[in-house]
């Protein structure tokens, strides 16, 4: 069984390199898990596609191309529709996998790699519901997603790519999507007066502001940074420049990383603030933690 799934996780593979897709055709309830199948890999970076059985021999074929690979589902191995379209899947396809429950029958015979999923019984009473059978197919095709994903090097960011919407989409948004930028984001100079930077920080209600020179990042002052300023120096404080008292070496990141690694640097470092930069060290925007709420990442 294990050479099996191997063998099954390089067809899919090649099949990708070749940019052909997965086509995951399955009857009744089989199709139903099909479907699911179908939908995972692509989400994990495998084109896939389901395909009606019933369906496939009014037309729907012309969804099958060369270099394809199909997955067929049939817990009897037998299913009618099924085993009407074996010779065209076989003439246009690169390769055919099935998941049976009976290693005899005529899909796991005529298959280029054939995956058992038999259980002892079913669950239902009178043994004939598909009910384990089907949650043995799902988790065995949720395992070939997954091992195809992982041997592709699929990265949490590629799955954000593939999930934009919904609250897993805000949690693997990109930094750039939530990031202040333009005119709201608060800037001062070395030489600027303190005054002058708690104004710009009250303006922008970021309760921060960066320091920059020709529009690089050289440091960073927040309401804790003059908070700690007054404590060490009393009225003398507020005499200083804004590079004098400014953090040199604030944290940033990069405004292609995820927004949740944003808010574990800022948990990390119990800070409410990151200021995002470029490869060059300019300023392009600030996250701030409040952004990460109001998207739901806590």
Not at 6 to 20: H, Y
Not at 106 to 126: F, I, K, N, R, Y
Not at 234 to 239: A, H, S
Request: net charge negative; hydrophobic share 40%; proline share 3%.
């Amino acid at each position: 069984m294990a050479a099996d799934f191997e063998r099954a996780v390089e067809c899919v593979l090649q099949c990708g390199q070749s940019r052909g897709r997965v086509v995951v055709t399955g009857m009744g309830k089989s199709g139903i898990i099909a479907q699911k199948i179908a939908a995972t890999l692509s989400s994990t970076g495998s084109p896939a596609l389901f395909l009606h059985p019933a369906e496939a021999v009014h037309g729907d074929l012309g969804m099958l191309a060369r270099g394809d690979v199909v997955i067929a589902l049939s817990a009897s191995g037998e299913t009618e529709e099924i085993l009407r379209l074996l010779v065209n899947i076989k003439r246009i396809g690169d390769a055919l996998i099935s998941f049976s429950c009976n290693m005899q029958s005529t899909l796991a015979q005529t298959s280029d790699v054939a995956l058992d999923c038999s259980v002892p019984a079913e669950a239902c009473g009178m043994g004939l519901a598909p009910t384990a059978s089907t949650t043995a197919m799902l988790a065995l095709g949720d395992a070939l997603a997954i091992a195809v994903s992982l041997k592709k090097g699929f990265r949490a960011e590629d799955f954000a790519d593939l999930h934009p919407g919904g609250k897993l989409g805000k949690r693997l948004a990109r930094v750039r999507q939530l990031m202040h930028s333009g005119d709201d984001v608060p800037r001062v100079h070395r030489g600027t007066s303190m005054t002058d930077v708690i104004y710009e920080m009250s303006r922008k209600k970021l309760g921060m502001t960066t320091v920059e020179d020709e529009g690089k990042l050289v440091g960073v002052l927040s309401d804790g940074d003059l908070r700690r300023l007054l404590e060490r120096d009393g009225p003398d404080g507020l005499k200083k420049t804004a590079g004098q008292a400014m953090n040199v070496n604030p944290r940033t990141i990069s405004g292609e990383e995820l927004a949740v690694r944003a808010l574990s640097t800022m948990e990390e470092r119990k800070i409410t603030s990151l200021v995002v930069v470029n490869e060059h060290g300019a300023i392009e925007g600030v996250v701030h933690l409040h952004d990460l709420w109001e998207t739901e990442l806590i």
